[in-house]
C-alpha cells in the first residue's frame, strides 16, 4: 500500500491527460448544478472537489452518497458517476435515475458495468487503470474532476497548481513517510479524533477515518470547525477521553478563518490536558497543494500505522462479506 501512496502524483497526472479530450467533448456552458455521485473510496473525489470549490463556486455542489437521487438533481444540472469497479450497485442505481431524468452526465471508471452503460449510450467516459483498489486511485478518480471544473472556468489555475501539486509531492514523499511513521507510534493504542480546521478541507479528515478504517481497521471520528464547537466539546465533560488522541488538520492561518483560529486555541485549554495533540500541517501555496499534502500525509500515516498494528491494509473483509450476502 505505501507504494500506491507514493503513486498519487502519478495518478494525478495521468488522470488530467486521460481527461483532456473526453471533458472537451462537453459543453462549456456552465450547468446549473453539479452532482457528483460516488461510494466510498470513489466518492471521496466528489468530497475533496466540493471543497476545493466551496467559497468559490457560482454554482452548487453536491456528492450524492445513495441509491436514490435527491429531489432537486434535473436536466439543467450535470452530474459526474464515479465508481472505480464500475460495479457498485448504489451507483449504478443513481445511473438510471439520471437517465430518466434525462441530466447530462460524464462516467469515470475502470470498467464493469457502468462503462457499458456509458458506452452503450454514448456518453463521456474517463477510463482509469484497473486492478488497484479504489482508495488507493484517488488520483484517477479527482484529476478528472478538476479537469471539467477547469473546463467551466471554477477553477482556473487548476493546470499551474496542478503542476505544483505533483512536484510538491514528488519532493517531499520521503519526509512526509518519516513524519508518518512517528506519529503512527504516538497512535499505536489510540482511538483517533480528527479535527479540520475549515469547511473547505473537511472532506480530508472523512478520508483520514476511511483510511484508518480500511487499512489500519481502526475505528476513527472525524468533525470540524467551527461545527465542533456546538456540540462535541460536551462530549469530552462525560470523563470518556481515555485511549483518545487528538489529530488536528490544520490548513494554515490563509486557509482558516481568523475565528476559527481562535476557536481552537481556546479548545485546546478546554479540552482535558490528558489528550495527546498532533497536528498535521499542510504544505505549499495553492488549496490544491494544501488539500494533497494533507491527504497523503494522512494516508502514509494509515499505513504506518498497520504496519504497527501488524494489519495487512489490502483485505476489506467485511465488505466483502457485506456484498456477498447482499446477492
Not at 480528527?194 to 469547511?199: A, G, R, Y
Not at 483560529?261 to 500541517?281: F, G, M, N, Q, W
Not at 500505522?305 to 462479506?321: H, K, T
Request: charge should be negative; charged fraction near 25%; hydrophobic fraction near 45%.
Amino acid at each position: 500500500m505505501l507504494s500506491l501512496v507514493r503513486l498519487i502524483p502519478d495518478q494525478l497526472e495521468y488522470g488530467w491527460k486521460e481527461a483532456g479530450a473526453v471533458v472537451e467533448s462537453i459543453p462549456k456552458d456552465v450547468p446549473a448544478s453539479l452532482a457528483v455521485c460516488g461510494m466510498g473510496g470513489s466518492g471521496v473525489s466528489g468530497d475533496l472537489i466540493r471543497g476545493l470549490l466551496l467559497h468559490t463556486s457560482p454554482i452548487p455542489i453536491e456528492v450524492v452518497k445513495d441509491y436514490t437521487l435527491p429531489g432537486w438533481i434535473d436536466n439543467k444540472g450535470f452530474a459526474v458517476v464515479i465508481s472505480y469497479s464500475g460495479n457498485t450497485e448504489e451507483i449504478l442505481s443513481l445511473w438510471k435515475g439520471l437517465e430518466n431524468r434525462k441530466v447530462p452526465r460524464l462516467a469515470v471508471t475502470s470498467g464493469g458495468k457502468l462503462k457499458k452503460l456509458a458506452e452503450e449510450a454514448s456518453i463521456p467516459l474517463v477510463a482509469a487503470p484497473s486492478s488497484y483498489p479504489p482508495r488507493a486511485s484517488i488520483g484517477y478518480l479527482f484529476a478528472p474532476l478538476l479537469r471539467l471544473a477547469n473546463h467551466w472556468n471554477l477553477y482556473p489555475d487548476a493546470k499551474q497548481e496542478l503542476t505544483a501539486t505533483f512536484e510538491l509531492l514528488r519532493s517531499r514523499m520521503s519526509e512526509w513517510e518519516d513524519e508518518a511513521a512517528r506519529l503512527a507510534e504516538l497512535l499505536k493504542d489510540s482511538f483517533p479524533v480528527i479535527h479540520s480546521l475549515d469547511q473547505r478541507f473537511a472532506a480530508l479528515g472523512y478520508r483520514l477515518v476511511c483510511q484508518l478504517n480500511e487499512n489500519a481497521e481502526v475505528l476513527a471520528h472525524a468533525n470540524v470547525y467551527s461545527e465542533m464547537n456546538h456540540n462535541e466539546i460536551m462530549g469530552f465533560e462525560g470523563g470518556a477521553d481515555e485511549g483518545i488522541a487528538l489529530i488536528v488538520l490544520d490548513p494554515g492561518d490563509e486557509f482558516i478563518h481568523p475565528r476559527n483560529r481562535k476557536r481552537a486555541e481556546i479548545v485546546d485549554r478546554i479540552l482535558p490536558s490528558s489528550i495527546p495533540r498532533l497536528v498535521i500541517h499542510a504544505e505549499g501555496e495553492s488549496r490544491l497543494e494544501r488539500i494533497f499534502s494533507l491527504l497523503v500525509k494522512g494516508d502514509l500515516l494509515s499505513v504506518f500505522l498497520a504496519e504497527l498494528r501488524g494489519v495487512d491494509p489490502f483485505p476489506v473483509a467485511s465488505i466483502e462479506r457485506l456484498k456477498r450476502e447482499l446477492l
